[in-house]
């Protein structure tokens, strides 16, 4: 059984940093594309960042130069580092090994996690 589990959000100021990780088991870490979304109340989820299983990433142009995301394979661990938070990036930021990339997208059937709030004050 495939479990994905975010971790590491928070309550921070604009401005700020904050690093989420993201573990995944029951699956070979290290042959699938890795990726984070987000969502808000009443929109649709969209891709944030992923990674592909060698290491390529994509970054939306709405985080390109603040986010940047990488992975550990030997840790089965994915992350995303966020800098110069802004009041637009407060979301739940979903993680999620993905079972078709590129693109960077939620489909549905990609092994989602539960997500991890994250909330930027300003």
């Known amino acids: 059984q495939v479990q994905v589990k975010e971790s590491g959000g928070a309550l921070v100021q604009a401005g700020g940093s904050l690093r989420l990780s993201c573990t995944a088991s029951?699956?070979?870490?290290?042959?699938?594309?890795m990726g984070w979304f987000r969502q808000v109340p009443g929109k649709r989820r969209e891709g944030v960042s992923c990674i592909s299983y060698k290491g390529d990433t994509y970054v939306a142009d709405s985080v390109k130069g603040r986010f940047s995301i990488s992975r550990d394979n030997a840790k089965n661990t994915l992350y995303l580092q966020m800098d110069k938070l802004e009041s637009d990036d407060t979301a739940v930021y979903y993680c999620?090994?993905?079972?078709?990339?590129?693109?960077?997208?939620?489909?549905?059937?990609?092994?989602w996690g539960q997500g991890t709030q994250v909330t930027v004050s300003s």
């Open positions: 999620a090994a993905l079972t078709a990339y590129p693109p960077c997208y939620p489909f549905d059937d990609h092994y």
């Open positions: 029951g699956l070979t870490f290290d042959e699938y594309a």
